[in-house]
């Protein structure tokens, strides 16, 4: 029922993902759609346009380019 505390924190220790020497990278990249879609969402119109047409095609037909 118990075990050494060296055999439990080997079970729990966390997985590192390798980046390489000298990486900044510690995340996802930001998705750069999140801007528009929160617009778009804000909007009921373009909201309901994004589900049919797609959110790129919505925030351009009620935002224009940008």
Do not use: M, T, W
Request: hydrophobic share 30%; proline share 6%.
């Amino acid at each position: 029922a118990f075990i050494s505390r060296r055999a439990s924190a080997q079970v729990v220790q966390r997985q590192k993902r390798n980046y390489g020497h000298g990486s900044s990278v510690y995340a996802a990249p930001p998705d750069p759609l999140e801007a528009k879609r929160e617009v778009c969402e804000l909007n009921p119109d373009c909201d309901e346009l994004a589900d049919q047409v797609g959110l790129q095609e919505a925030y351009r037909r009620y935002y224009g380019f940008v």
